[in-house]
């Protein structure tokens, strides 16, 4: 197998581990990215088993792992059942999510998901999709704007933000590169400078990728999927995809409520195997910084609509 070019996988002992892989079974990495954990699935199956994995963004084509059990869908997860169903795949015993983000995606400058960097904003996995942060940022409202800052980025300030970047706008400031945007709000930013202007990108990812649209779906079409005692593996980096995966598991709805069916009976497609949730070590996240927000949920399907 050829050394992968980039992404080092983040809770990938545990994340593997929680999978319980079957030798001939079917499995599913919705982010493949640099391949890091479907290379470590793929060296736990069998001859039988088989590996199907997602991934939007066309730079993950440059790792696609030559082995006859695995295949790289180039969709966002969000189409997971449709696509596995064109692959005749009704039923799965696994799915892993490492949600974010990958190490290339954050490197590579002209892609525009760092501040790091001075180039375009745009921030599109799919570099078909035609929203980009460019776009969001020139066309969105006041009250758009500070719904995206204080809902993704968790923004203290997001309303000021976003009259500060609307009116500079409105006065014929361009905001077209990151150097521009990062001028524009400079005397907004609250706390550690590092800090504030990681939230505000977040932010604007999340909503030029529809994140939390698209994980929502995905998540649903998992439990579906699943075949009984088929396992969940959720690796997230933010609290409201956290939130997502915690009320899925324990309540079966994203809604406080738990969910019940026609018949009054409470619908709980997944039951969580660990109690707590799993995050890296200081090892881990001294080898690799960006672990450090990560959190791991593991769930297995019940036996209840199968």
Same mark, same amino acid.
């Given at each position: 197998?050829?050394?992968?070019?980039?992404?080092?996988?983040?809770?990938?002992?545990?994340?593997?581990?929680?999978?319980?892989?079957?030798?001939?079974? =079917?499995? #599913?990495?919705?982010?493949?990215?640099?391949?890091?954990?479907?290379?470590?699935?793929?060296?736990?199956?069998?001859?039988?088993?088989?590996?199907?994995?997602?991934?939007?963004?066309?730079?993950?084509?440059?790792?696609?792992?030559?082995?006859? !059990?695995?295949?790289?869908?180039?969709?966002?997860?969000?189409? %997971?059942?449709? *696509?596995?169903?064109?692959?005749?795949?009704?039923?799965?015993?696994?799915? %892993?999510?490492?949600?974010?983000?990958?190490?290339?995606?954050?490197?590579?400058?002209?892609?525009?998901?760092?501040?790091?960097?001075?180039?375009?904003?745009?921030?599109? @996995?799919?570099?078909?999709?035609?929203?980009?942060?460019?776009?969001?940022?020139?066309?969105?409202?006041?009250?758009? %704007?500070?719904? =995206? *800052?204080?809902?993704?980025?968790?923004?203290?300030?997001?309303?000021?933000?976003?009259?500060?970047?609307?009116?500079?706008?409105?006065?014929?400031?361009?905001?077209?590169?990151?150097?521009?945007?990062?001028?524009?709000?400079?005397?907004?930013?609250?706390? $550690?400078?590092? !800090?504030?202007?990681?939230?505000? *990108?977040?932010?604007?990812?999340?909503? #030029?990728?529809?994140?939390?649209?698209?994980?929502?779906? @995905?998540?649903?079409?998992?439990?579906?999927?699943?075949?009984?005692?088929? !396992? %969940?593996?959720?690796?997230?980096?933010?609290?409201?995809?956290?939130?997502?995966?915690?009320?899925?598991?324990? $309540?079966?709805?994203?809604?406080?409520? #738990? $969910?019940?069916?026609?018949?009054?009976?409470?619908? @709980?497609?997944?039951?969580?195997?660990? $109690?707590?949730?799993?995050?890296?070590?200081?090892?881990?996240?001294?080898?690799?910084?960006?672990?450090?927000?990560?959190?791991?949920?593991?769930?297995?399907?019940?036996?209840?609509?199968?």
């Amino acid at each position: 197998m050829e050394e992968l070019n980039y992404h080092n996988p983040v809770l990938l002992k545990e994340s593997i581990q929680g999978l319980n892989i079957k030798e001939g079974g =079917v499995y #599913v990495d919705v982010t493949f990215g640099g391949g890091g954990h479907s290379a470590a699935i793929l060296n736990k199956l069998g001859d039988n088993g088989r590996l199907y994995a997602f991934d939007q963004d066309a730079d993950a084509t440059d790792n696609i792992i030559e082995d006859n !059990r695995f295949r790289l869908l180039p969709h966002n997860f969000r189409y %997971l059942k449709r *696509f596995l169903r064109l692959e005749k795949v009704r039923k799965i015993d696994g799915l %892993l999510a490492d949600l974010g983000v990958s190490s290339h995606q954050f490197d590579t400058a002209e892609r525009g998901f760092s501040f790091r960097f001075d180039a375009f904003l745009d921030m599109r @996995m799919n570099q078909e999709a035609e929203l980009t942060a460019e776009k969001v940022l020139n066309s969105y409202s006041v009250n758009q %704007l500070q719904h =995206v *800052f204080g809902t993704y980025g968790e923004v203290r300030n997001a309303k000021t933000l976003a009259h500060i970047i609307v009116n500079a706008r409105s006065s014929g400031i361009a905001i077209k590169t990151i150097g521009d945007f990062v001028s524009v709000i400079d005397n907004c930013i609250k706390g $550690k400078r590092n !800090r504030y202007l990681s939230q505000v *990108f977040q932010a604007l990812r999340m909503e #030029v990728n529809e994140e939390i649209e698209a994980l929502k779906e @995905m998540l649903l079409q998992s439990t579906e999927l699943l075949s009984e005692g088929g !396992r %969940l593996v959720v690796i997230s980096y933010h609290s409201l995809e956290d939130r997502m995966a915690k009320n899925l598991i324990k $309540k079966g709805t994203f809604e406080n409520e #738990v $969910k019940k069916d026609i018949y009054g009976n409470y619908y @709980m497609p997944l039951k969580a195997i660990n $109690k707590k949730i799993i995050v890296p070590t200081s090892e881990e996240i001294k080898q690799n910084p960006r672990a450090r927000s990560a959190k791991l949920r593991i769930a297995e399907r019940n036996a209840l609509d199968n």
